[in-house]
C-alpha cells in the first residue's frame, strides 16, 4: 500500500546533487495520465520550476540607475559652475577695462598738465593757479562726454551748473579787463583766459543738454536744493544773492576797480558753495550709486579746488582791502577749506571706487550736502 502511492519510496529519485532534476511522478489508478512534478533548476544559482529564466537584477540595477542619475547631476553642476567661472571672469574683465579707462582718462590729463608746466610755467608757484582751472575745465569736458555720449542728464543736477556758469562768467569779466588776479608766469599772458572760458563754454553746454535735448532724464525730483517759497529749479537763488552780498562788503583791491574786484571775489566765494547742489543730489539718490563719469567730474572739481586752496594758503596775505585789512584773504581761505570740507567723504568713496573699478556709492546721511 505504501510502496504503489504516487508518493511511495520507489516513485521518488533522489539526486544526490541536490535540488536540480528531481522528478516526480504520479499513476492513477484509473489510468489516467501521469503528471510530471516540476523540476528545480541545476543548482542553487539555475533556473527555477521547470522554466528557464533570466536571474533578476537585484540591486545591481537599481545602483547602476543611481550611478548613471549622480553622474548626470555632477555634469550638470560642473556646467553650471563653468558658466558661473565665465560670468565671474566676464565681469572682471569688464572690471578691468573700466579701470583702464580711469587711468587713462586721468593718465592723459596729467600728461597734458606737465607738458603746459615746462612750456609755460616757468617754474612759478602761481602756475597752481592754472593748474587749477586746468582740472575745472577737464572736470566739465568729462561732465560733456557723459550727457552727450549715454544722452542722459541723470544725476547731474542743474542747480550746481548754474552757479558754475555766474562762476566763470564773472570771473572772464575781471581778469579779462585787469590783470591783479592773474597768475604771474606766461600762463596768465593768454593760456589762463583761454581755459577759462573753454570751462564757461563746457558748463553751458552741459546745462543746455540737461535742460533742453535730455531733459527727460534729468532727476528733477532729487534736484531739490533751496526749493523753498521759490519757483522750481531755482533753489540756487539761496546761495548767488548772499554771496553777492558778502562779496560786495568783503573783497580785495587788487584791480583798484569796485566791479572787478566784486565780480572775481563773488566767483571765488560762490564757487566754494556751488558744488553743494551736486552734493545734496547725491545724499537724496534712493540707490546711493553715482555714474562713475558723474564722479570723475565732481573729482575733476574738488581737485582743481586743492590746487588753488594749496596757492592760496601761501599768498592769501595779498588779498587785501583798500584799508589793508587782511579779511577777504582769511575769508577766502576759510570758504575753500569748508567745501574741502564737505567733499571729504566724496573723495574717499571716490578712491574706493576708482580702485575697483565699480560704481561709486555713497551712504546716505542726514546732514545737508555732507555725503
Request: aromatic share 16%; proline share 4%.
Amino acid at each position: 500500500m505504501l510502496g504503489g502511492g504516487p508518493y511511495g519510496r520507489h516513485g521518488f529519485n533522489a539526486n544526490a546533487g541536490g535540488y536540480g532534476g528531481a522528478s516526480y511522478s504520479s499513476q492513477s489508478g484509473g489510468g489516467g495520465g501521469a503528471y510530471m512534478a516540476p523540476s528545480y533548476g541545476a543548482g542553487q544559482g539555475g533556473a527555477g520550476y521547470g522554466g528557464s529564466y533570466p536571474a533578476p537584477a537585484g540591486s545591481g540595477g537599481y545602483a547602476g540607475a543611481q550611478y548613471g542619475q549622480q553622474q548626470g547631476m555632477e555634469t550638470l553642476q560642473g556646467g553650471e559652475r563653468n558658466e558661473e567661472d565665465k560670468s565671474k571672469k566676464g565681469k572682471k574683465s569688464l572690471a578691468l577695462q573700466a579701470l583702464n579707462q580711469n587711468v587713462l582718462i586721468w593718465a592723459g590729463f596729467f600728461s597734458v598738465s606737465l607738458l603746459v608746466y615746462s612750456l609755460l610755467s616757468g617754474g612759478d608757484f602761481s602756475f597752481l593757479m592754472t593748474y587749477g582751472a586746468m582740472s575745472r575745465m577737464f572736470g566739465f569736458g568729462i561732465l560733456n562726454v557723459k550727457t552727450f555720449k549715454s544722452q542722459r542728464a541723470s544725476g547731474v543736477s542743474i542747480k550746481t551748473l548754474q552757479l558754475y556758469c555766474l562762476v566763470f562768467f564773472f570771473r572772464l569779466t575781471s581778469i579779462i579787463r585787469h590783470e591783479g588776479y592773474l597768475p604771474y608766469d606766461k600762463s596768465g599772458d593768454w593760456l589762463y583766459h583761454v581755459i577759462e572760458i573753454m570751462a564757461l563754454v563746457f558748463t553751458a553746454s552741459a546745462l543746455w543738454g540737461c535742460m533742453g535735448p535730455f531733459k527727460r532724464t534729468y532727476q528733477g525730483d532729487i534736484d531739490t536744493f533751496g526749493e523753498m517759497n521759490v519757483p522750481a529749479g531755482a533753489g540756487a537763488v539761496y546761495l548767488a544773492v548772499p554771496v553777492m552780498v558778502i562779496a560786495m562788503f568783503v573783497h580785495p583791491n587788487l584791480n583798484s576797480d569796485f566791479l572787478s574786484d566784486v565780480a572775481w571775489t563773488y566767483a571765488m566765494y560762490l564757487e566754494s558753495v556751488a558744488m553743494i547742489p551736486q552734493l545734496y543730489m547725491f545724499q537724496k539718490l534712493s540707490s546711493g550709486v553715482v555714474e562713475l563719469l558723474t564722479a570723475h567730474f565732481v573729482a575733476a572739481l574738488g581737485f582743481g579746488r586743492v590746487m588753488e586752496f594749496c596757492f592760496w594758503i601761501y599768498s592769501y596775505h595779498e588779498l587785501a582791502n583798500s584799508a589793508g585789512s587782511r579779511l577777504p584773504g582769511y575769508l577766502a581761505l576759510f570758504s575753500q577749506f569748508m567745501q574741502l570740507v564737505l567733499m571729504l567723504d566724496f573723495f574717499w568713496y571716490y578712491y574706493i571706487a576708482v580702485r575697483n573699478a565699480t560704481p561709486l556709492v555713497l551712504p546716505s546721511h542726514t546732514g545737508m550736502g555732507i555725503v
